[in-house]
């Protein structure tokens, strides 16, 4: 009796197992029989129970879910071919809908593709590449001017120049980035509501030429940012030119005042000097002709040297017999 009571308690247990089923607060659940869904979606987390191995429970997420989409090349209105991806946030609104319709989120997954992929590249292909990239008509800041630059800039609102030094315009858009992406999750929504999914969000992820075209870009670019440079660097030459034309503008303006001024202390030197020796030799006029004629034989006489003179040089007064 004990063994069969036994016995009889692990089938209850089993079958008491394979009843219960655990749902979570991030889980959702279809019990289908037969694999036909029967009874409402089971939404409340907790411990539930079904008929054991004929009724199977299906569970599915009440998160949101991610799609990304797959690069696509798509030509836009003014025949721009242009990468595009795409990504987009939903979630599961109607298990039993999404089950009959889909079965899993592999399945919904496909037909996401499906559907967002298709919405894309019908509103790329119906608005211009610049409506597609920009969002709005604000102006942008300039970020390659200097920091003289910048600030005369910010003085004038931030307005673009342009090279000619007259403000440049970027073409108006009418649409934009943001708008375009509203377009198609609208579009969008409408098609997977049917499938039991909400659709939350849709962004571009990236937005880029094609192969063939984006190096002809990158050359233009760089083309620019080099005639940008060329004449960033130019104006800095003709700064450079004005500020040594100055230094040295200053340079000799110093020179010549510092020179003016040392000769007129030189002259005024010399005057002072002129007149302490006319003081100086005006009290005894034969002691300065004496002094003037032995500093005239020190400079003119050594011992090769020969002087045919008269006996009546002035020169020889001094060197004669003494009277």
Known sequence: MKANLLALLLIALFFLVNAAYRVSEVNQAIITQFGEPVGTPVTEPGLHFKIPFIQTANMFEKRFLEWDGFPNQVPTRDRRFIWVDTYARWRITDPLLFFQRLRDEQGAQSRLDDILDGETRNAVARHDLIEIVRSSNRIPADTTVNSENRERIEEEELEPINTDGEQEELEPINTGRDQITREILEAS???????????????????????????????????????????????????????????????????????????????????????????????????????????????????????????????????????
Not at 203 to 232: H, L, P, S, T
Not at 260 to 279: F, K, Q, V
Not at 307 to 312: A, N, R, V
């Open 189 to 323: 929504t409408s098609a997977v509501a049917e499938l039991g999914i909400e659709l939350l969000d849709l962004r571009f992820k990236r937005i880029n030429y094609i192969a063939d075209v984006q190096q002809d870009v990158f050359a233009r670019m760089i083309a620019e940012r080099q005639r940008i440079a060329e004449e960033f660097r130019s104006e800095g030459q003709g700064h450079s030119a004005r500020i040594q034309g100055e230094r040295e503008r200053d340079l000799a303006r110093i020179q010549s005042e510092a020179f003016r001024t040392a000769e007129e202390l030189r002259g005024n030197a010399d005057a002072d000097a002129t007149a302490i020796y006319a003081e100086a030799y005006g009290q005894d006029a034969a002691f300065y002709a004496f002094t003037k004629s032995l500093e005239t034989y020190e400079r003119t006489m050594d011992p090769s040297t020969f002087f045919i003179l008269g006996t009546d040089s002035e020169l020889l007064r001094f060197l004669e017999a003494p009277r």
